[in-house]
């Protein structure tokens, strides 16, 4: 592959519609949506990649990408992370390095700002494999007859409100009771509710579930059409909400043969679901990054009454920091790293005291481990990880959790 050269940083204003061309080309999205996205993301949410000199183009722009900083909830604890998206390069310029340019450039400067991790839906896997992203986790599209969803008459002590879609606050404060009980979600900023509550632009009419004690849960539906109910996104934290949702779903029987909606593995939907029907019809893996091992780990955490160390022998070809022993102590929910010395490392790993809870595993590999996507037992069994028993035995301990999930999709 060339290397290449070409200055990478914010996409300047002059540069915005030949962006958009980069995005269309790339995505087939129109111009009037990637404007909506850049303005509801902020002006200096989109990285440009300029040619340089091995370009016939020098100084012209050949890649550009959406990035910006959240939360991502690992182990009911908030973890510094950066989103990217719409990662695209010009179709005249492909395979000749710039989206791998424009990706080091890109986990460089969110590595800088602080980001522990990076997360992305992948259109390809060897461009971000080969830059140290791991299988992170999944976002499932799930769908089923509305009657199926029926479990008989809504409880008594229930309420059903429609609710005004315009400020997300009520419903990011129901949604925060799930950051921190499951693994995976983000916390969304205005772009991310955008995306959720108008999904294509379309404003979906969000309902409201409760009972004495408030809200339990929403759901926000768009339109029907074509016969199908999509449920643009919803949150049910009370078995009252779930079987709300489920009679409130049910009621469109007559207009709609199908209702579609995201979720995780986990589904409240999927598990009351009190007939044959649900139908899992897409599932997608995001990736993970873990740009900072030490930032990552000590940010998550953890089940409060695992004690333990382990030793994490990690390399990582793009990050140099990121190679080398760290020795992982938990207790009470949180994790203490040290980076220890090369020479001690070499010690240890030839038969010192911690031998037995070592594990080798490459960055990507620990990206699977640390959102509990992947046990240890799994990346062992196909080359993975290295380690013993023991250290695979606490490695479950530490990294045990919900399966990590996001309905998100950006
Ligand atoms: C995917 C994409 C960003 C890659 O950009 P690029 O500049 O061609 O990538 P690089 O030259 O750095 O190549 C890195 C690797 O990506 C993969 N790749 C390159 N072009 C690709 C393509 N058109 N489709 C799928 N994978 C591709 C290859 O594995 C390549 O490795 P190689 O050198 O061994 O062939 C570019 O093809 C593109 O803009 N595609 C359309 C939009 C898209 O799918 N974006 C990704 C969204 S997550």
């Given at each position: 592959?060339?290397?290449?050269?070409?200055?990478?940083?914010?996409?300047?204003?002059?540069?915005r519609?030949?962006?958009?061309?980069?995005?269309r080309?790339?995505?087939?999205?129109?111009?009037?949506?990637?404007?909506?996205?850049?303005?509801?993301?902020?002006?200096?949410?989109?990285?440009?990649?300029?040619?340089g000199?091995?370009?016939?183009?020098?100084?012209?722009?050949?890649?550009?990408?959406?990035?910006?900083?959240?939360?991502?909830?690992?182990?009911?604890r908030?973890?510094?992370?950066?989103?990217?998206?719409?990662?695209?390069?010009?179709?005249?310029e492909?395979?000749?390095?710039?989206?791998?340019?424009?990706?080091?450039?890109?986990?460089?400067e969110?590595?800088?700002?602080?980001?522990?991790?990076?997360?992305?839906?992948?259109?390809?896997?060897?461009?971000?494999?080969?830059?140290?992203?791991?299988?992170?986790?999944?976002?499932?599209?799930?769908?089923?007859?509305?009657?199926?969803?029926?479990?008989?008459?809504?409880?008594?002590?229930g309420w059903?409100?429609?609710?005004?879609?315009?400020?997300?606050?009520?419903?990011?404060?129901?949604?925060?009771?799930?950051?921190?009980?499951?693994?995976?979600?983000?916390?969304?900023?205005?772009?991310?509710?955008?995306?959720a509550?108008?999904?294509?632009?379309?404003?979906?009419?969000?309902?409201?579930?409760?009972?004495?004690?408030?809200?339990?849960?929403?759901v926000?539906?768009?339109?029907?059409?074509?016969?199908?109910?999509?449920?643009?996104?919803?949150?049910?934290i009370?078995?009252?909400?779930?079987?709300?949702?489920?009679?409130?779903?049910?009621?469109?029987?007559?207009?709609?043969?199908?209702?579609?909606?995201?979720?995780?593995?986990?589904?409240?939907?999927?598990?009351?679901?009190?007939?044959?029907?649900?139908?899992?019809?897409?599932?997608d893996?995001?990736?993970?990054r873990?740009?900072?091992?030490?930032?990552?780990?000590?940010s998550?955490?953890?089940?409060?009454?695992?004690?333990?160390?382990?030793?994490?022998?990690?390399s990582?070809?793009?990050?140099?920091?990121?190679?080398?022993?760290?020795?992982?102590c938990?207790?009470?929910?949180?994790?203490?790293?040290?980076?220890?010395?090369?020479?001690?490392?070499?010690?240890?790993?030839?038969?010192?005291?911690?031998?037995?809870?070592?594990?080798?595993?490459?960055?990507?590999?620990?990206?699977?481990?640390?959102s509990g996507?992947?046990?240890p037992?799994?990346?062992?069994?196909?080359?993975?990880?290295?380690?013993?028993?023991?250290?695979?035995?606490?490695a479950?301990?530490?990294?045990?959790?919900?399966a990590?999930?996001?309905?998100?999709?950006?």
């Amino acid at each position: 592959m060339t290397a290449v050269t070409g200055g990478f940083g914010p996409l300047l204003p002059e540069e915005r519609a030949d962006a958009a061309t980069l995005v269309r080309q790339g995505f087939g999205i129109p111009r009037e949506y990637f404007d909506r996205s850049v303005e509801l993301f902020g002006p200096d949410v989109m990285r440009g990649l300029r040619a340089g000199p091995e370009a016939g183009r020098a100084g012209g722009l050949v890649a550009c990408a959406a990035v910006w900083p959240m939360d991502h909830w690992f182990g009911g604890r908030p973890v510094p992370s950066c989103g990217v998206a719409a990662v695209a390069v010009d179709p005249a310029e492909r395979g000749r390095g710039y989206g791998s340019a424009l990706m080091r450039g890109l986990l460089e400067e969110a590595r800088a700002g602080g980001a522990a991790l990076s997360v992305l839906y992948p259109a390809t896997l060897p461009l971000y494999t080969r830059l140290g992203f791991g299988r992170g986790g999944v976002s499932f599209d799930w769908s089923a007859p509305p009657a199926v969803l029926s479990a008989g008459p809504p409880p008594g002590d229930g309420w059903i409100r429609r609710t005004e879609a315009s400020d997300a606050s009520p419903l990011a404060a129901l949604r925060r009771s799930l950051l921190s009980t499951t693994n995976g979600l983000v916390e969304r900023n205005e772009g991310l509710w955008s995306f959720a509550l108008c999904p294509d632009g379309v404003p979906s009419d969000v309902y409201t579930f409760g009972g004495s004690g408030g809200p339990e849960g929403y759901v926000a539906v768009a339109p029907p059409a074509d016969r199908k109910l999509h449920v643009a996104d919803l949150c049910l934290i009370s078995p009252r909400a779930v079987r709300m949702a489920q009679g409130f779903l049910a009621g469109y029987r007559a207009q709609v043969d199908r209702v579609t909606w995201r979720g995780g593995p986990d589904d409240p939907l999927v598990l009351l679901a009190p007939e044959r029907g649900v139908r899992a019809d897409a599932c997608d893996e995001w990736l993970l990054r873990i740009l900072d091992v030490p930032r990552a780990l000590e940010s998550r955490g953890y089940p409060p009454r695992v004690v333990g160390e382990l030793v994490l022998d990690v390399s990582d070809a793009l990050i140099p920091e990121n190679s080398g022993c760290f020795r992982l102590c938990l207790s009470e929910g949180r994790a203490a790293v040290r980076r220890l010395p090369r020479a001690r490392n070499s010690a240890e790993k030839a038969g010192g005291k911690t031998d037995g809870a070592v594990l080798s595993l490459s960055i990507a590999a620990l990206a699977s481990l640390y959102s509990g996507h992947k046990g240890p037992h799994a990346l062992r069994q196909v080359g993975l990880l290295r380690g013993g028993d023991e250290a695979l035995a606490l490695a479950a301990l530490f990294f045990s959790g919900p399966a990590p999930w996001m309905p998100d999709r950006f």
